[in-house]
């Protein structure tokens, strides 16, 4: 793992951006919480190890496909990227919108038993379904969609949610397609409990998760889209 940069907050970066707190850390880079100085509006830049962003390409394939999913409400908006010396390095960091909420993995640890029930559930997929429907309609994919990179902004009668760490590289495939809806099912499917709770889910839960084997879900759902219209005609029976 490369050096920290261990900004503190207070810390002025390029004379634009004040340090808040560090959100994050992981292989390509470190994320902060920054304030825009001059505006007073916060935002996120993302900050790229060097040796993980060699010419600047690691950090040119973000901003390029934040800016091709620019229309999908489910992605963070890409503002603009910028470079500052640091400790005699060139450092790339991309500045987006800061968005406010906890992970997907720290709300659910917060609902009674770790869990949501049934209903919520479905009220979870079909948000997380209708994001990513925008995201394959643009020709892409997410790729590794998970609890700990999915922001939860705001429950109620339906969920607001934001994802993170839109990093695959290459072009998009039909696989790469499927991978994702199979990750929407799973993350359906421990939301409510997992495994434990499994065998007491009603008949239209177990129809959706269908085992969480692969072949099955891809039987009946192939797109994020398909998986959508589903579930806004299923019959609770």
Known sequence: MPDTFDFEPGDVIGERYE??????????GEVYKLLELGA???????????????GGKTSRFYARKLHKLRN???????????????EGKKVVYLVSEFVEGETLDK????????????FQGLHLLHA????????????????DLHSGNIIVRRVGIS???????????????????????CDLIRLFYDAIGGQKFYSRQPPPVKRICR??????????FRTAGQLRHY?????WT
């Open 19 to 28: 340090v808040v707190e560090r959100l994050g850390r992981g292989w390509e």
């Open 40 to 54: 007073g509006i916060e935002r996120a830049g993302k900050f790229f190890y060097p040796i993980r962003n060699p």
């Open 72 to 86: 999908c409400p489910i992605v963070i908006q890409y503002h603009t990227s910028d470079v500052i010396e640091w």
């Open 107 to 118: 709300f659910l640890s917060r609902q009674p038993g770790k869990r949501i029930g049934a």
């Open 128 to 143: 997380l379904a209708s994001g990513m429907e925008a995201v394959h309609d643009a020709k892409d994919y997410h790729g």
């Open 159 to 181: 969920f607001d949610l934001k994802l993170l760490d839109m990093y695959r590289h290459g072009p998009t495939t039909s696989a790469d397609i499927h991978t994702d809806v």
């Open 211 to 220: 085992g969480l084997k692969r072949s099955l879900i891809l039987e009946q």
């Open 231 to 235: 579930l806004e005609t299923m019959e």
